[in-house]
């Protein structure tokens, strides 16, 4: 348990926030701050609120992210320590990858990514095929990965990125959250045999992956992953990407980030009517 | 940060085990408390042997599961306290539903069974189809279903199940960690086609789906589930069963469980040769 | 070459219908009489109006179905010989086989029966699947089978009829052209995944299985088979449905049937736009 | 009907074979002769033994294909003339396409190449990914593409090949009869998925996709498509691999070249045992 430079007692969950933080940030193991590297003279200033097992946080004003109480974050490595205090780096880190042709899957990806913003403390990366590297997978804990629907199966663009760029990272990269959304010509035109493809692409890499229960609208969904025809232009078709983003980011927020306010099973969702 | 009643400090994980605890539970968020239920006097003593972020714990002697300090189990609501130490639920639950005509599946079943035991603090339920009821589903964090390939799909049984007993409870079970395994006629008879639709009906129901990147021998895996021809007699076969159990029960512990330890990422793992 | 009683010679195709006659049909083999069954007296006066490689036909005036001259149908077994005029069969057997919960599959399958009803020739079977039996699936040469979207795979009750009621007629009935379509709760719900557990169970039965290339409309088409959601309301819907009927007794019409005037390559499409 | 230059009759299928004659042919429809072009001298010593509705065949000594009496072929093309005589082309045009990186493909494909070969009246072309061109499937009444499992997906160079080579070339290549094959690293590891997804593309361009029901041993099938671990040395391997072909040029010469004789349906088949 840490104090604030004044030695004020840590705030409970709760309890009032205090100044300048932003949120509670529920952190993991005490254990794994060994693994954490030391930071110095970054965050002299630091709001040292913490409480046993979280710890109140505040945006980092230079924009790297959140960081929080030395606790630890899982795996131990975003783990940040001030100099009177510690701090943990709790963002969850999303990759929004996407290979689009017409410019249509790409404006799925802009949506998919407002939805994943509606979860604060996620840290968001949206990459074009064209851009990304391994290193943004190895990267992240969560990942939407959107194609265009060609023939029914993922474009072989974004195919090659995981059988050429991907492949050697195989096996190192286990354990994320992962999603699909892809955009066909017409309804009935494979869009969701588009998102099977990636699914499987993606299972492949050991990913653990989902779609969405929720409904969107009135007759929108996403349980295999957003689909739209063309550009999505239907209000419904929209918020599906959206929420299929924020879904994921809230796995993530969940699942890898551990902060059980995220859990999108105790928050209102839209049934089937 | 809260201290025993000798006033002792509390344990970091890595030091010794304290007397009658069975293990370190890392512990979510202290501002879970509030939703934990009300414990009254059952729980007087409980401030012991905790540390910032987690607790030593151990078996409830009632029989009412796993207690721990008072930091916060995930979804808090099973945080109970035992007599001179406490104890956190650090069990993940894992089921494994099968349904079998000719007895193969079950003992596939068994396999996966054994692969879920290796991974310590996991409670276990296996359910044949005819047994189980909607409650099993619900209980648990992970699960593992099995199904006789029949004609390159789940069985009707299997899909009544989860049409029939299931179905008023979907949007009520999302997040649950989600694996397959079949049992066919002959290789290429369809059991990862088989697989394919049990997870198919699984992410429907909001759970997050997985396979196994693997090697559980030389020429054997279990990519989208693990799959048997008729009786799972070959040693790799068995192992790739019990793979796919472990990997389970280490996604729960990871995820759902909050142990670190647990990540298959940081164990040795057999690779394609 | 046969001759009708009078001696006259045989009609070529593109010569005026010879009195009582329906239509041109085209015969396979000659020597595919051998495998015919004893016509008997009921035919006496068989050998008229013929042409070698096709004959004109009539329908049986006793509803035995379509009859023809002696040159052969295929699999000769539905030879049949008229009074004055022969009559070879040609008829197309198309079965549409559906599950219905709220009675939008059924409208689906009104819909896929309206297309098949589109090309001439063509005999039909429309089946509630509680009505159908194993015969129904022998009968036909073609055949589009049609379920709700339950958890993204064909409902348990339409898995049942598969597995139990045409389990024993497996290895029986392989070599039909078939086809799915499914009604779902929602655009992205799952009705494409769900065609594709319908076409992996017809693959199964050693079905060929294909898909509709064309547009139904400006947006809407049936690659992996008819989707709707809900009722099939909009009329882009209802016309892929249709289309996929018409489709299906085309293929029926020339691969069973062996009439090239219905190659749907040969007939106007509308393509994507 | 035609005679030889002798003036023999024809035979009628059951008869003798006449000298220099390899099978008989069914030919379709007597009406498709209007849209023959002449062959003029090509074929001036050519074995006249036809029949009504089909005739005998012999091998172009030429090389050039199967030619056969002039009744009709279907779509025409096909069929030429002699200077007494018409004779129509009844081969079946059977390609075999598949991306390979290791050798074991290919060899799954040299296999499957020998079950097609043991279709007599078949054309075969074995074309690797890297000489083939859009001609060649539009040369083909059937195909068997197979690929490397790759992430449980298709290679995207075989992948390359549909979205780039072939995508102009979609809407115009319908009703051809396919099937994949496919080589993974393990059992388990994918290789029904990829023929999956080479499914998923075939149906996507109008084919009519299959797999086989029956067992090429003990163990094996191909329900949907022949898959291998690695190099396909298991004798039951390589006999699904020869099954496949074998089915694939079946269905050719029953649906697209009319010879009733080559239904599977009729001949011996070995069952799940």
Redesign the interface.
């Known amino acids: 348990?840490v104090f604030d430079r004044a030695g004020n007692p840590p705030p409970?969950?709760?309890q009032e926030r205090p100044p300048g933080c932003s949120g509670?940030c529920?952190?993991?193991?005490?254990?794994?701050l060994t693994r954490v590297g030391p930071v110095g003279d970054d965050f002299p200033d630091w709001l040292l609120q913490a409480?046993?097992?979280?710890c109140w946080f505040r945006l980092d004003p230079r924009g790297r992210g959140f960081f929080g109480i030395g606790?630890?974050g899982?795996?131990g490595g975003r783990l940040l320590i001030g100099e009177d205090c510690e701090e943990a780096e709790t963002m969850g880190k999303v990759l929004i990858l996407y290979d689009s042709a017409t410019g249509n899957t790409a404006r799925m990806a802009e949506l998919v990514a407002e939805g994943v913003s509606e979860i604060a403390g996620t840290e968001l990366r949206l990459r074009d095929l064209a851009a990304a590297t391994a290193d943004d997978v190895h990267w992240c804990d969560g990942l939407a990965v959107g194609s265009p629907t060609?023939?029914?199966?993922?474009?072989?663009?974004m195919?090659?990125f995981?059988?050429?760029t991907m492949?050697p990272h195989?096996?190192k990269v286990?354990?994320k959250?992962a999603c699909a959304f892809s955009s066909s010509?017409?309804?009935?035109?494979?869009?969701?045999?588009a998102c099977?493809?990636l699914?499987?692409?993606l299972?492949?890499?050991?990913?653990?992956?989902?779609?969405?229960?929720?409904?969107a609208g009135k007759?929108?969904?996403?349980?295999?992953?957003?689909?739209a025809?063309?550009q999505p232009r239907e209000e419904?078709?929209q918020a599906?990407c959206r929420l299929l983003g924020r879904r994921l980011a809230e796995?993530v927020a969940?699942?890898?980030d551990?902060?059980?306010?995220e859990?999108?099973?105790s928050k209102p969702?839209r049934?089937?009517e």
């Open positions: 348990m409970r969950a709760g509670f529920t952190v993991a193991a005490a254990g794994a409480t046993a097992g979280g606790l630890s899982r795996w060609n023939m029914g199966v993922l474009s072989w663009k195919k090659r995981w059988d050429e492949g195989w096996m286990d354990g959250i010509g017409g309804w009935g035109g494979g869009s969701e045999m099977l493809s699914l499987t692409v299972i492949n890499f050991g990913f653990l992956v989902f779609g969405v229960t929720d409904y007759l929108t969904t996403a349980h295999y992953g957003a689909i025809v063309r419904e078709v599906a796995w969940l699942l890898i551990r902060r059980d306010e859990n999108p099973c969702r049934a089937v």
